[in-house]
């Protein structure tokens, strides 16, 4: 990390009001540092959704379970980490929800919906022991908010960078 | 103060819902569920959702869409969407729903395409 690098990390229940607590967080650090309006959208519902992920998929509600959400900023940009006390998935085995046979599915879209609106995503062990979600935007330079351009694209077309 | 209202009115055989706030996992994914459930339970099932003030939703939110469509259907009915917001219309083109749902943008063509 840089020395102008930041940390914040927050323990969070296992409920529902997490979600919406997390989101708020996130959102006020990417507005403090200068994302646009739309970018502030996109990272706000990311975090949201792995959230989400993380109380129902890893920590399946369990209460006693909790979720663990960390922001790192660097000068470059903000990198998201949301950990649960689940088993942990690998990404491959999760089903593409544009395939035709999933379009009427009523869940597995939070994960399409992270890799679409973040610049990076993966998902790896982590140290909580289930599932670690990471994904970072690129921050703006001062003065400017550009967009990142992936909205509307596909899955195919957001493509994941690995973590380095 | 709640996440989402819902406000009934019928035009001619059809139930419009119209809807305003955010459709996300809890309280608003909750209430549009119980509001199509309820229609249904009613036996109504010419339903469109005015989405006109739904400024919010989340992956929750739109599996509640699908949800209610997929419920609709099965008892051979028809749930339509009037009058996407941008975010909300992004939203359902990116995850391909835009191909499952009838979408309108008026109200009287909408209500039109039940007869």
């Keep these: 990390m840089t020395p102008e690098a930041k940390h914040l990390e927050v323990v969070l229940d296992t409920h529902v009001e997490s979600v919406n607590l997390a989101e ?14 739309e970018e502030c959208y996109r990272i706000g519902m990311s975090v949201r ?20 959400l960390a922001v790192d900023l660097t000068r470059e940009k903000m990198v998201i980490h949301v ?27 939070g994960i399409f919906l992270m890799r ?3 610049d990076e995503f993966n998902v790896v062990a982590g140290r909580t022991g289930g599932a670690e ?11 400017s908010a550009p967009s990142n351009g992936n909205h509307g694209k596909s899955s195919s077309d957001a493509t994941p960078k690995q973590e380095a | 103060m709640p996440a989402l209202f819902a406000t009934r009115r019928e035009v001619g055989s059809v ?48 599996g509640e869409l699908v949800s209610g469509f997929t419920a609709v259907r099965n008892r051979d009915g028809e749930l339509k969407l009037l009058n996407l917001t941008k975010k909300v219309h992004d939203l359902l ?11 309108y943008t008026d109200e009287h063509t909408a209500v039109r395409s039940y007869q």
């Design chain 2, 15 to 62: 139930t419009i819902i119209d809807l305003s706030g955010r459709i996300s996992l809890g309280e608003g994914s909750a209430l549009l569920r119980q509001t199509v459930r309820g229609l249904l339970a009613d036996g109504q099932t010419k339903i469109l959702l005015n989405l006109g003030d739904v400024n919010y939703i989340d992956s929750s939110g739109i």
């Design chain 1, 116 to 118: 679409a609106f973040m």
């Design chain 1, 49 to 68: 959704e792995g959230v989400i992920n993380a109380f129902h998929y890893g920590n399946q509600e369990k209460p006693d379970k909790k979720i663990h």
């Design chain 2, 93 to 103: 083109q990116i995850t391909k729903l835009f191909t499952v749902f009838d979408v």
């Design chain 1, 83 to 109: 950990m649960d006390e689940g088993r942990g998935f690998r990404l491959a085995d999760v089903p593409d929800p544009l395939a035709e046979e999933n379009l009427l599915s009523t869940s597995g879209r």
């Design chain 1, 24 to 37: 708020e967080m996130c959102l006020r650090v990417a507005e403090a540092v200068g994302f646009s309006e």
């Design chain 1, 133 to 143: 979600v990471i994904m970072s935007k690129k921050i703006p330079p001062s003065g």
